[in-house]
């Protein structure tokens, strides 16, 4: 199994959109969760997303414009999206201040401070898993905002495109990742996304709908900013983390080279994306706070239940009893 088998569902939605992808006969369940985070909604959406990107080896290429795919996506974008106009809101309104507000320390350590200090191998192990659905097509659901943009905004996204697609370098950060993951024990297939919680999904499923919705486009920058200017630390703590657990070089390799690469991307980043972009198109600052502030509150979900969990001994990743139970109910 590769990561583009269609994965097994795990619950009513993550079922339906399989057998629409299959072109099977299926009944649509009534309602979306309530929990914009759901472990199956954020799956199913996900499931839909990838047909626009590699796609999946079983599911037929165009059906990436059949009707029912586009509708479904649709639902599932509006979903999202609105729930997180209403909630994230608060904040400072200009870009800058924006940004340092999502980097204030929080009351509790993030991923990497937990594991940078008191993370085990295994626990990075299942970092790096629930970094899967975003990592392994890092940058990708960027670049559909590159002929959205332009002047110095479009060369700022294309020169920190370059650098995550390994230009002039021997592997992407995605195939870096990929080496990482397996470096550390993780099954690198698809037979991973059913374990991974909602959360887990949200950030690529976001950033794919910013990216291919024209109107969106400041959330695109928006997010990205905010992403690039809050990697260098955590990824330095990853580093650490694996220094202090013994794990190898292919493991380390992923964040030693985020480290070197997004302290630059942070400075192209700051200045193209936060005082440039708002200049070239006013109209989309609120979109670009928009970005930042749902970025901010993906991190903030995910990494309560991640830290949560293994504070409590626990696993942050969904049991195999938990997903084969699910599967049978939908």
Not at 170 to 185: Q, V
Not at 228 to 253: I, W, Y
Not at 264 to 272: G, N, Y
Not at 292 to 297: C, F, G, L, N, P
């Amino acid at each position: 199994m590769t990561l583009r088998t269609l994965p097994h569902p795990t619950g009513p939605w993550s079922h339906h959109v399989r057998e629409v992808l299959q072109r099977r006969p299926a009944v649509r369940p009534k309602t979306l969760p309530y929990d914009r985070f759901d472990d199956d909604a954020q799956l199913a959406w996900f499931l839909l997303n990838c047909v626009s990107y590699q796609g999946w080896e079983d599911v037929d290429d165009d059906i990436e414009w059949d009707p029912d795919v586009i509708a479904l996506r649709r639902r599932f974008e509006r979903w999202f999206i609105d729930e997180m106009r209403r909630r994230c809101v608060d904040g400072p309104t200009d870009p800058r201040g924006a940004v340092q507000h999502a980097l204030a320390p929080g009351g509790t350590p993030g991923i990497a401070g937990y594991l940078e200090h008191d993370g085990t191998a295994d626990q990075v192990r299942e970092s790096l898993l629930l970094r899967l659905p975003y990592q392994h097509q890092e940058a990708d659901p960027h670049t559909w905002a590159v002929p959205r943009l332009r002047g110095e905004v479009k060369r700022a996204l294309c020169d920190i495109q370059a650098g995550e697609y390994g230009v002039g370098h021997d592997k992407t950060h995605a195939e870096l990742f990929l080496a990482s993951l397996e470096g550390a024990g993780g099954p690198a297939t698809s037979e991973a996304y059913p374990l991974l919680p909602g959360a887990a999904f949200a950030t690529f499923n976001f950033v794919t709908a910013a990216g291919m919705n024209r109107s969106l486009r400041g959330a695109v920058v928006g997010q990205l900013a905010l992403f690039e200017m809050d990697s260098v630390d955590p990824n330095q703590k990853m580093v650490h983390a694996c220094e202090r657990l013994g794990l190898g070089d292919d493991v380390r390799a992923f964040f030693q080279v985020h480290v070197l690469a997004d302290a630059e991307h942070e400075v192209i980043a700051a200045r193209a994306f936060l005082d440039e972009f708002p200049l070239e198109e006013p109209d989309q600052v609120e979109n670009l706070l928009f970005g930042i502030r749902v970025q901010s509150h993906i991190d903030g979900v995910l990494g309560a239940h991640v830290v949560g969990a293994w504070q409590q001994g626990r696993s942050a990743l969904r049991s195999p009893t938990a997903v084969t139970s699910a599967r049978t109910a939908a």
